[in-house]
């Protein structure tokens, strides 16, 4: 008797170093990127062939070079080629980061009571009681760890280490860092080795004066390069002046998502203070423009990504409920991670006293109730209703005061009759036609 067995091709090609299948499609090899959160975002990686756009439209930060960092440290260290594109490509190299046990970029040593501090900013206490029933739920979680995803596909870096050169004299020698031209690299290259394409900073001033169509043909150029080859994959930011409409026109942004298989931006904090001391905790929000989706309809970030939400709320939400991201930058590490308010709205510390704000509340909320009436006089009409309330003690203000005497004689003449019932609280409804409801 024959049994069935499922069909597996068979003589797959070994994957290169540092790559693995994608999760939702046997098709799609996918990297890393260096930043475990990131790579949750993009679904698990970013697939071969692909194109990652960063944009930092904030000229007083570089969180868009420091993903680029990460970028090459995470090529270099896993064995893959890498290509720099910049006008000092070695320079660049290296300010890249490294993982930790190198030596420091700095002389100081590094402080215990820092180190203290992201471990708890980053993890919670496993001996910290809390009541019995909530032992068995699952603690909550802003951002995903670097040990739920494969040692092998993502590193670990440190931000205060930077590559030793001896390790980028190494990566010289053997041509795995190269300063050459793209096609040459790649044609070069065999399938058993993957490719990563740095371009920092397109457009700042070395670039010349540039123009928004130059911009558009270099990323479209470089996204027809990348489909010719599967082993190749690049990142690149925009320099900051050119991250918004101001300068390329009305849907620029929108241009530089469709040229690129995946896009996001990281708008800091630094130039709105109002957006900081409400997030004290986040450095910027993170908006995703557009995500990789190579041989598929929909991108798997949409099923796997912990951090976006859409997996575990499709079913009760609609397809609704996507997280707001944000990211941060400690001490030795950057991440990205959902969106949240602390404690008390926004302020981490607990109020003895009422705050200005609540004051200035309880007075707004005072006028309010006094320009109901005021807004039914005006004129406006549609299904806005308003609601006036008469409670017990106004109702009594209204009285008649004949009618009040009356009452008053009647319980002298007879003291043994039953107290009069109190009134009950109305609710008047006032629109086109109103109607009064009796609670």
Not at 31 to 38: C, D, F, N, Q
Not at 131 to 153: C, G
Not at 235 to 241: E, I
Request: charge should be neutral.
């Amino acid at each position: 008797m024959s049994s069935f067995k499922r069909k597996t091709p068979s003589g797959r090609a070994t994957l290169p170093q540092g790559t693995r299948l994608s999760p939702f499609s046997t098709s799609t090899v996918i990297t890393s990127t260096g930043i475990p959160s990131l790579d949750d975002i993009l679904g698990g990686g970013l697939p071969l062939s692909c194109s990652l756009a960063v944009l930092a439209p904030d000229h007083h930060s570089a969180y868009g070079e420091l993903v680029q960092k990460y970028f090459v440290a995470q090529g270099l260290a896993s064995g893959q080629k890498v290509c720099i594109i910049h006008d000092e490509p070695l320079r660049f190299a290296r300010e890249c980061i490294w993982m930790p046990g190198s030596t420091p970029s700095t002389p100081a040593q590094s402080s215990t009571a820092e180190d203290a501090d992201d471990e708890r900013a980053s993890q919670h206490d496993d001996k910290i009681k809390i009541a019995w029933r909530y032992e068995q739920m699952k603690k909550f979680q802003t951002t995903v760890s670097s040990n739920s995803l494969n040692d092998d596909l993502c590193m670990t870096f440190d931000l205060t280490c930077r590559i030793p050169n001896a390790v980028l004299d190494a990566v010289r020698q053997s041509a795995q860092l190269n300063l050459i031209d793209i096609e040459e690299l790649l044609s070069n290259s065999t399938n058993s080795q993957a490719v990563r394409i740095c371009i920092p900073a397109l457009g700042s001033p070395h670039w010349g004066d540039i123009q928004p169509s130059t911009v558009l043909t270099l990323l479209h150029g470089l996204r027809r390069i990348l489909h010719r080859y599967p082993n190749a994959c690049a990142s690149l930011t925009l320099a900051p002046h050119i991250c918004t409409d101001t300068w390329g026109g009305p849907g620029w942004i929108q241009k530089v998502g469709w040229l690129t298989d995946a896009a996001i931006s990281m708008s800091a904090f630094g130039a709105n203070p109002s957006l900081a001391s409400l997030f004290p905790s986040h450095h910027g929000i993170l908006q995703i423009l557009t995500l990789p989706a190579p041989h598929t309809i929909l991108p798997a970030s949409d099923k796997y990504s912990t951090l976006r939400g859409l997996s575990s709320a499709a079913g009760t939400m609609g397809g609704s409920g996507e997280n707001n991201l944000a990211f941060k930058c400690m001490r030795k590490r950057l991440i990205f991670e959902t969106l949240h308010l602390d404690l008390e709205g926004g302020v981490t510390e607990r109020r003895t006293t009422p705050s200005s704000n609540a004051i200035a509340l309880d007075t707004g909320m005072m006028h309010e109730t006094t320009s109901a009436a005021i807004l039914a006089t005006e004129g406006r009409k549609g299904s806005l209703a308003t609601v006036e309330v008469e409670l017990e003690y106004a109702k009594e203000l209204m009285i008649d005061a004949s009618a009040r005497a009356v009452a008053d004689a009647a319980a002298d003449r007879s003291p043994g009759a039953a107290k009069s019932k109190k009134s009950k609280k109305k609710v008047a409804f006032h629109s086109e036609r109103p109607d009064l409801y009796d609670f």
